[in-house]
């Protein structure tokens, strides 16, 4: 079974950088798509960054020129680079994986949240 694991959330001040990390495990052939999700308070979850296994990216206009997704295929895991924060970047952020399983089955997973605070 494919699980994801998010580390690196954190409380940090307006202007400040984060790094997340969300490392999958399990018996994985291929990951096709890795995204970042976030879901502030009374609000609905939102893609904030997405990459494909051609490593193409996408983001949100919300975040465009300071946050970057990458990935290492090597060690699974996927990235993401927060820069220049803001109060309004405060959420609780998910990482989503989909891919094809060493049983040959496509999963699509999802990591537990890592809450990530931006305030003074």
């Known amino acids: 079974q494919v699980q994801l694991v998010e580390s690196g959330g954190g409380l940090v001040q307006p202007g400040g950088s984060l790094r997340l990390s969300c490392a999958a495990s399990?018996?994985?052939?291929?990951?096709?798509?890795l995204n970042w999700y976030r879901q502030a308070p009374g609000k609905e979850r939102e893609l904030v960054a997405a990459?494909?296994?051609?490593?193409?990216?996408n983001y949100a206009d919300s975040v465009k020129g300071r946050f970057t997704i990458s990935r290492d295929n090597a060690e699974n895991t996927v990235y993401l680079q927060m820069n220049s924060l803001k109060p309004e970047d405060t959420a609780v952020y998910y990482c989503?994986?989909?891919?094809?399983?060493?049983?040959?089955?496509?999963?699509?997973?999802w990591g537990q949240g890592t809450l990530v605070t931006v305030s003074s």
């Open positions: 399990g018996s994985i052939r291929s990951i096709t798509q």
């Open positions: 990459m494909s296994s051609g490593s193409s990216t």
């Open positions: 989503n994986a989909v891919g094809l399983a060493g049983t040959l089955r496509w999963f699509d997973v």
